[in-house]
């Protein structure tokens, strides 16, 4: 396409009468990743290439500002919540992923998934699984269904069986903290 036409080209079939459509890019890149689309997706703000649920003022690997509130999206999930809706999430891949972390994650690196991901420079920020179970809106999903329990365990808890999981290292059991909280 790009090649053909160039960014902002059209197609033929974009010329149809009827047509529905969306171009996928985001405020840093022109090839956008999972987690900026997911993000765009839940929260309908583009955002920069690898960060999760905060705005363009955020850098991939900014810690710092993705800490400011104002740099911070509210998405669907929260909306839900608010609404007084059940909330929920299913996927085929680890709750911590880029795609579903959207729903309730504000990060700068989608690949912050538990801590021992994380470089030195970041400790003032969570990890996506902590968000998951510790923030809102994730402490209020109701269903959280797909892989990825090594980012949620404690090491040696189990054998990773996918194996881009963040193998949890801090000793915390985020599971049994999620469940001590719905009771």
Same mark, same amino acid.
């Given at each position: 396409?790009?090649?053909?036409?160039?960014? #902002?080209?059209?197609?033929?079939?974009?010329?149809?009468?009827?047509?529905? /459509?969306?171009? !996928?890019? *985001?405020?840093? &890149?022109?090839?956008?990743?999972?987690?900026?689309?997911? @993000?765009?997706?839940?929260?309908?703000?583009?955002?920069?290439?690898?960060? #999760?649920?905060?705005?363009?003022?955020?850098?991939?690997?900014?810690? +710092?500002?993705?800490?400011?509130?104002?740099?911070? /999206? =509210?998405?669907?999930?929260?909306?839900?919540?608010?609404?007084?809706?059940?909330?929920?999430?299913? #996927?085929?891949?680890?709750? #911590?992923?880029? @795609?579903?972390?959207?729903?309730?994650?504000? @990060?700068?690196?989608?690949?912050?998934?538990?801590?021992?991901?994380?470089?030195? =420079?970041? @400790?003032?920020?969570?990890? *996506?699984?902590?968000? /998951?179970?510790?923030?809102? +809106?994730?402490?209020? /999903? =109701?269903? *959280?269904?797909?892989?990825?329990?090594?980012?949620?365990?404690?090491?040696?808890?189990? !054998?990773?069986?996918? +194996? &881009?999981?963040?193998?949890? &290292?801090?000793?915390?059991?985020?599971?049994?903290?999620? *469940?001590?909280?719905? &009771?």
């Amino acid at each position: 396409r790009i090649y053909k036409v160039g960014e #902002t080209g059209h197609l033929s079939f974009e010329e149809f009468p009827y047509i529905g /459509l969306l171009k !996928t890019y *985001i405020v840093d &890149k022109q090839v956008p990743d999972s987690a900026a689309t997911a @993000t765009s997706l839940f929260c309908g703000v583009k955002n920069n290439y690898q960060t #999760t649920g905060v705005d363009a003022s955020v850098s991939f690997g900014d810690c +710092p500002a993705s800490l400011k509130k104002e740099a911070r /999206l =509210n998405c669907v999930v929260s909306w839900a919540q608010e609404a007084g809706k059940a909330t929920g999430f299913v #996927t085929t891949t680890r709750v #911590t992923h880029a @795609t579903p972390s959207a729903l309730y994650a504000h @990060t700068a690196s989608r690949k912050w998934e538990c801590e021992s991901a994380m470089p030195e =420079n970041a @400790t003032a920020c969570k990890d *996506i699984a902590r968000q /998951l179970i510790e923030d809102l +809106p994730g402490r209020n /999903l =109701n269903v *959280i269904m797909g892989g990825g329990m090594e980012s949620l365990r404690a090491e040696g808890f189990s !054998t990773p069986s996918d +194996p &881009k999981s963040c193998l949890r &290292k801090d000793g915390r059991d985020l599971i049994k903290a999620w *469940i001590k909280d719905k &009771k």
